[in-house]
C-alpha cells in the first residue's frame, strides 16, 4: 500500500526552494560586500602613486570612475602581461611585453591629442581606438580588442588625463592662465 501525500505538502515543498534561494541572496548581499572580492578598488601597480602625484592625477579627485580608470589605465600600459594577459603573447623575458617597452606615456598622449588622422599606408581615418588595437595585435602577438573593450577605453582615459598634465590639445599647447 502506497502513502499518498497530500497536494498543499508537495506545493509548499516546491515553493519554499525559490523562497530560500531568495533569502540566501539577499543575506549574503548584506553581510558579502564586507570581503575583499567585492570591491570595485584595485591594489595599485608598483610605481602608480609616483605616477599619480607626477601628472597631477590628483586634481580630478581621489577616487572615482576616471580615476580607477587611469590607474587600470597605468597598468595596462605597464604591465600589460598582469593586467590584460590576453593582448599579449610575449614572456616577461621579451624586450617589449608591455606598451611602455616602445612608447612612453608621453607619446601616448600625443597620439590621442593627434589621432584621427588619414593613414597612407592603410588608406583611411585611423581612431586612437584603432591604433591601439593594431598595436596589441602587431607588437604585442595578442588578441585584437574590439573598440569597446575596457582595455582600449581606459589607455584613452590614461592618454587623456597625461594629456590634460602636458596641456595639450589638438596639438596645440594652451598657455596657463
Known amino acids: 500500500?502506497?502513502?499518498?501525500?497530500?497536494?498543499?505538502?508537495?506545493?509548499?515543498?516546491?515553493?519554499?526552494?525559490?523562497?530560500?534561494?531568495?533569502?540566501?541572496?539577499?543575506?549574503?548581499?548584506?553581510?558579502?560586500?564586507?570581503?575583499?572580492?567585492?570591491?570595485?578598488?584595485?591594489?595599485?601597480?608598483?610605481?602608480?602613486?609616483?605616477?599619480?602625484?607626477?601628472?597631477?592625477?590628483?586634481?580630478?579627485?581621489?577616487?572615482?570612475?576616471?580615476?580607477?580608470?587611469?590607474?587600470?589605465?597605468?597598468?595596462?600600459?605597464?604591465?600589460?602581461?598582469?593586467?590584460?594577459?590576453?593582448?599579449?603573447?610575449?614572456?616577461?623575458?621579451?624586450?617589449?611585453?608591455s606598451c611602455s617597452g616602445c612608447h612612453s606615456v608621453e607619446d601616448l598622449a600625443h597620439g590621442l591629442v593627434t589621432s584621427d588622422r588619414f593613414d597612407t599606408v592603410l588608406r583611411k581615418r585611423v581612431s586612437f581606438e584603432e591604433r591601439v588595437m593594431r598595436c596589441y595585435a602587431q607588437h604585442l602577438d595578442g588578441f585584437v580588442p574590439t573598440i569597446y573593450d575596457p582595455a582600449v577605453r581606459d589607455l584613452r582615459i590614461l592618454a587623456r588625463a597625461v594629456g590634460h598634465h602636458l596641456q595639450l590639445s589638438e596639438g596645440v599647447r594652451r598657455q596657463k592662465e
Not at 11 to 16: G, I, R, V
Request: proline share 7%; charged share 15%; hydrophobic share 40%.
Open 1 to 97: 500500500m502506497s502513502v499518498r501525500t497530500r497536494p498543499w505538502v508537495k506545493h509548499f515543498a516546491l515553493s519554499s526552494v525559490p523562497v530560500a534561494a531568495i533569502v540566501l541572496v539577499a543575506i549574503f548581499a548584506h553581510f558579502g560586500p564586507s570581503a575583499g572580492t567585492w570591491r570595485a578598488q584595485l591594489p595599485p601597480a608598483p610605481g602608480w602613486s609616483e605616477f599619480q602625484s607626477a601628472n597631477g592625477i590628483d586634481e580630478f579627485g581621489e577616487d572615482g570612475y576616471f580615476i580607477r580608470a587611469v590607474q587600470h589605465g597605468y597598468g595596462l600600459f605597464y604591465y600589460t602581461t598582469e593586467y590584460a594577459p590576453r593582448f599579449t603573447r610575449r614572456t616577461s623575458t621579451d624586450a617589449v611585453h
